[in-house]
């Protein structure tokens, strides 16, 4: 489409690179947008040191039911192992 009548794809090319080298170089009257920027890359450390924690506290509590399962295996093979000898032991 071609909304700017009577201009070669050239100078709108030109246009658009003139208007984006002088919103680069006008940084220091933006400040706000380099803050917004800065609060995102703090924001997304603060998210990254977060789900690491949240993964180290995921990995000790698998650990803990891991061996909470272990033991509950060894109780009740121990229980069943005692009603066989009981049941044996009854003849």
Do not use: C, Y
């Not at 800065?38 to 924690?53: M, P, V, W």
């Not at 000790?60 to 000898?85: D, E």
């Amino acid at each position: 489409m071609n909304f700017e009548f009577g201009k070669t794809r050239e100078e709108k090319i030109d246009k658009f690179l003139d208007a984006a080298g002088w919103w680069h170089s006008e940084k220091t009257d933006r400040p706000g947008v380099w803050k917004a920027v800065g609060d995102i890359r703090d924001s997304l450390q603060t998210l990254n040191a977060n789900i690491k924690e949240a993964n180290d506290s995921s990995t000790r509590l698998t650990k803990a039911l891991n061996t909470i399962t272990l033991w509950g295996v060894i109780v009740a093979g121990s229980g069943i192992i005692v009603a066989v000898i009981g049941l044996i032991l009854r003849r």
